[in-house]
């Protein structure tokens, strides 16, 4: 199944950006979709943004579209999640998922506060 590993959290001022990553090992890279998920303290996990084998091919949640992007690199078998204009209600656990498989990485943690 592989594993994911994300990074690149942290805590960030509202209308900051930061850009995260999942380092994916263990499987074809070139050929997997991948998404990245949220889980605020005392809500669900909730779907971001999606990007499958042919890098054109992206999907946004409705908080996401406009201000996050969704990229990959073959070659360095990474997925990444650039945010911009983070609004306090972006602050959660950002968790990035092989599509059509149980490999989840371990989250990293957003905090957008002032």
């Known amino acids: 199944q592989g594993h994911l590993v994300e990074s690149g959290g942290g805590l960030v001022q509202p209308g900051g950006s930061l850009t995260l990553s999942c380092v994916a090992a263990?499987?074809?890279?070139?050929?997997?979709?991948f998404q990245w998920f949220r889980q605020a303290p005392g809500k669900e996990r909730e779907h971001v943004a999606t990007?499958?084998?042919?890098?054109?091919?992206?999907d946004y949640s409705a908080s996401a579209k406009g201000r996050f992007t969704i990229s990959r690199d073959n070659r360095k078998e990474t997925v990444y999640l650039q945010m911009t204009n983070l609004k306090p209600e972006d602050t959660a656990v950002y968790y990035c998922h092989r599509m059509n498989y149980e490999t989840w990485g371990q989250g990293t943690q957003v905090t957008v506060a002032s």
């Open positions: 263990g499987f074809t890279f070139s050929g997997a979709a």
């Open positions: 990007i499958y084998s042919t890098h054109t091919l992206t």
